[in-house]
């Protein structure tokens, strides 16, 4: 009797936000927001926005009404809808994230007649976040100021997607994985997601490249646009290694391989290459004292 009362902890009950978007033409720039519940052990402070619960209680609603028609989509988002009021917890649903976008400007797709499928908005996630946010602060819209475009995540290609996921999968056992990749196949946004994906503190990412360009910039805020705490840095745009490794920043890191062959540490010409030896003499030091990765 006394081992069912310690073991025993009733399921709980709660709301989930849920976004996701459809990769087609007629669903361009659109995302769903919609609402499940899950049921669960784990107290409201432990469910914390795209975690396994969450997720899962996410597609096991929207298969419920996908899976039939064979609609392949993206799961973008999860979050508790539970909001503080007068000192106590209150569930809220989805129509009231929805009240808000309408209340900010954000317009709604329709696509039968009759105006029953109302989930769909012509927003981006970032945005649709602020709305979620607004709720749980007791705000009717969000500012204008806020609202953005366009900012999502990158919809990778079935090729690049089985990349990442094999590449996820090896670094889980192993320390090396190789990509036998052909040009323009997106191995630099690849390899940035899989380093957002497994929460790597600091990346190095080496190109062949004389001069980092600014696409290497463009693609790592692509990936990491949502993580405001990892920073960018190279030689001659973003931060310094030298400040980035000072202030313990999580970061990913471009370098080329030029600049290594310059390195004196390399066996290279110091005068020639004098502006770059100091970067990538902290470089180098840096990979000797933390975990890196093969390059992929």
Partial sequence: MSLLKNDFHPSLEYKVIYIFRINDHEHKGLLKIGEATVHTKKEVNELTPNSNELNYAARERIDSY??????????????LAVLKS????????????H?????????QKFFDTNKKQNEWFKVDLETAKLAIKAVKEGKRAI?????????NPIIFRPEQ???????IKQFKKHDRMLWNAKMRFGKTLSALQVAKEMQFDRSIIVTHRPVVSE???DDFNKIFYDKPEYKFGSHKKGESIQNLILN??????????????????VGG?????QKSIKPIGILLLLMKHMKVHKPI
């Fill in 161 to 167: 997607r089985d990349a990442i996921d094999k590449t």
């Fill in 248 to 265: 313990e920043d999580k970061f990913v890191y471009f370098a080329s391989i030029q600049d290594l062959r310059g390195s004196s540490q």
């Fill in 143 to 151: 500012g204008q100021e806020t609202i953005t475009e366009g900012i």
């Fill in 66 to 79: 996908t899976s039939t028609a064979g609609i392949r989509y993206d799961l973008l988002h999860t979050e």
């Fill in 215 to 217: 696409g290497w910039f």
């Fill in 86 to 97: 007068k000192g106590h917890l209150k569930a809220f649903r989805d129509y009231k994230v």
């Fill in 99 to 107: 009240d808000v976008l309408k209340r900010s400007g954000i317009k």
């Fill in 269 to 273: 010409n110091y005068e020639k290459t």
